[in-house]
């Protein structure tokens, strides 16, 4: 006799069970490409997509799915499809392919079926491993790549702010237009100065509005090409102009709050009418990029990045269900903050990308989703790249690049300043994944050890040469 319908996890599933509906799915279904479109068509044949649309949710046939879909589940699943029942091996299948929580009935019982446990391989990296003697070689070379475009990154990122003042300043005359940002976005990929751009967000000051669009879509292109390649998927450019572009239109709607509230010094209290009105951006947002014809996602993003997991916080709105905020609304609202922390006001002292990320980890379940959480501090790394940190040795570096998952706490570090005080000319690497005597003692606030009024941590940052 059937058993009504509950939920489960992947690693739940067993033999016996029928599913449903597919209630999760991992971070790279947060816009469909064409891989994606071809693989539920052919698997889930006459199901329903469910899909996030202006109005909240809504259901469609899953041979009309198409890229860039807002996909949020599976729904209707024919009980006649051969994937629909649970079988040995089932669990693996759909742990491979992002799919993670099911509604199911059970109609006879059988032995839950455990996902296989991965295999520590030969190159598994462990500190002083040979495994991580390549991955130093490897990172070494990318370093190098890395320094040689942080003049261009300062270039394009001033550019780029320049670009969406512009773009507000159009939209206050009822000039909306996204091929700025496009021409923007077109330079970035082209020169691959986006990792480099996200360095210098946490290094240097930016205003709360235009900067601020740049460094967040940046972090935000990073993370998320970052996050679909540690799912296994082949990244494309539509990938990458897809979430920069959802990054600098994400706060458009801005050009309709009056521009000295916009740059205003002063901190607004919750309750006044500057802070009501600045709130509203997010629902001027949606409306005029769904009046531009944007895809469903970017308007998503512009609506949603502000709306927490617990929906009761004062600092979530618009008030909507949070099943309505898509997985790439999540990343965005993770980075939103992040750089909303790193960045440098008038009107208050900014956290370094290393304080950043800890107090990021304090919010977890309350205002973010925990796993978009967890994949954007394993992108970012505990030590983003640019982060000033003092070692062991008494020496202070710079992240140069982040440490494997397991290890976060191990990232390859320039020294600039050794122990005494004394700044560098020439530039070592220690990569503390072969230094295992050596750690991070501490993060260190760059604006406060360097004098700030002269840039004077990012002009070291850029003016580092290794060997």
Sequence with gaps: MAQSSRKVKV?????????EEIT??????????????????????????????????????????????????ITAIPAALKVARIEPGSARFFEQHGLLEFKVVQDSGGPAVQTESKEVSDETIGIGSEAAKKRNKIKQQEIRQFIETITTAKESRDKA??????????????????????????DILKQGSSPAMKAIAGLRSSDQTYAHCTDMSVILQDCYVDILQRSGKKTTEANSRFALVSGFMHDIGKSEVPKDVLESTERFAPDSKEMTIMRNHTTYGARILSEMGMPEPTI?????????????????????????????????????????????????????????????LSLQGSEFDERMLDYFIKSMGRYPVGSLVRLSTGDLGFVMAVAPDEHQDRPIVAVVENAGGELLTAHNLVDLMLEPEIKVEEVVDHYEHYSESEDQAYMIFQSIRVA
């Design 24 to 73: 999760e799915l991992s971070f790279d279904y947060a816009s469909l490409d064409e891989e994606h479109v071809k693989f539920l068509k052919v698997t889930f044949k006459g199901a329903s997509a469910v899909l996030v649309g202006e109005d909240g949710l809504r259901t469609a046939p899953v041979e009309q799915l198409k890229a860039f879909d807002p996909l949020q589940g």
């Design 300 to 360: 998503n993003v512009s609506a949603y990045h502000h709306v927490k997991k617990d929906s009761t916080l004062l600092n979530s709105y618009p008030d909507v269900e949070y099943s309505q905020v898509l997985p790439l609304t999540r990343l965005s609202a993770i980075t939103d903050v992040y750089q909303a922390l790193i960045g440098k006001r008038r009107y208050k002292k900014n956290w370094v990308p290393g304080k950043a990320i800890e107090y990021l």
């Design 161 to 186: 702010s320049s670009i969406v003042e512009e773009m507000l300043d159009n939209g206050r005359v009822g000039k909306f237009t996204s091929k700025g940002v496009e021409a923007v976005v077109d």
């Design 11 to 19: 690693a739940e599933l067993r033999p016996g069970m029928t599913i």
